[in-house]
């Protein structure tokens, strides 16, 4: 049904659920999936999984860019032992939902996998979540998980 | 990861599209599907897809029953050609959200999978769509596709 599947991580149980949904539809199937974590400088600490990619506002690009590798790098092996045999890690940076946007447009994915709301969305209520904009502006099929 | 599953089944090709994921989350657990019809009086002639075609505004309840039992039918076909075995026709009556959702509680499932806008939610742009309002609504997991 789908042959590629992107999947942004952000190191939120919703994530994490979404992660979990991609594997279980990849299947032994030769689904591609394709993780994409976009780091954030959060204004809160968030809980998070995959233990890594809490960013402190002030940590050196470095840092960051180590942890968000690390996070993905997590996420890749977690999807690897849900079944998951094709899998991608990639980390960009920029606005979390344009950017969805553009990889998935880029990489041609039929697919895109996500939670219903991310780690930025505790202050996005009012001007609606990453996974409801990105669900109106894709091209392909969107599925998220709430 | 689901034994049981929930499908709003209206006829929309969103909820064709969430059959298929269902089926294919099904399958890999033996699961069983739930499919779900609630009769709805649309203000307008929606193109119904798996060949029942439109039903006129005017037409009676019972009707529109008819209409869903045909429908209904025609998707458990779908499900068991995409290898679901265990699949059970519903028709519910009443606002659609809270049929999903009194359905979803009575049976138990552990999961919800519909299409993100329904045949009946281009009135619903204003007042939130039908699976908004389930995914916030539910106790299970609710996974919308679009």
Do not use: N, Y
Not at chain 1, 127 to 136: D, L, N, R
Not at chain 2, 36 to 61: D, F, M, N, Q
């Amino acid at each position: 049904m789908f042959r590629s599947l992107l999947v942004p991580v952000d190191g939120s149980s919703h994530a994490r659920k979404a992660l979990s949904l991609a594997c279980q539809l990849a299947g032994q199937r030769e689904t591609f999936l394709l993780l994409l974590h976009i780091p954030e400088a959060l204004p809160h600490s968030p809980p998070l999984v995959w233990g890594v990619g809490r960013q402190a506002v002030d940590a050196s690009r470095e840092t960051r860019d180590r942890q968000a590798h690390e996070l993905v790098d997590r996420a890749a092996e977690e999807a690897r032992d849900l079944g998951a045999t094709h899998v991608e890690a990639l980390v960009q940076h920029g606005d979390p939902t344009r950017t969805i946007l553009e990889v998935a447009r880029a990489r041609d994915v039929d697919a895109i996998l996500m939670g219903s709301r991310g780690l930025s969305d505790l202050r996005g209520l009012l001007t609606g979540s990453v996974s409801h904009k990105v669900s109106h502006a894709a091209e392909c099929s969107v599925i998220t998980v709430h | 990861m689901f034994h049981s599953i929930l499908v709003p089944i209206d006829g929309s090709e969103g909820s064709r599209l969430a059959l298929c994921v269902a089926c294919k989350l099904a399958r890999q657990e033996d699961g069983r599907l739930l499919l779900l019809h609630v009769p709805e009086a649309l203000p307008h002639e929606p193109l119904l897809v798996w060949g029942i075609g439109a039903v006129p505004t005017e037409a009676s309840l019972e009707k529109r029953q008819q209409v869903g039992r045909d429908l209904l039918e025609r998707a458990g076909e779908e499900a068991r050609t995409l290898g679901v075995e265990q699949v059970e026709p519903l028709l519910a009556q009443g606002d659609p959200s809270q049929a999903i959702l009194s359905a979803a509680e009575e049976h138990g499932v552990e999961a919800i999978v519909m299409g993100s806008r329904g045949l009946g939610d281009l009135k619903g742009l204003v007042v939130g769509s039908v699976s908004h309002k389930v995914s916030h609504g539910a106790e299970c997991r609710v996974i919308t596709v679009s």
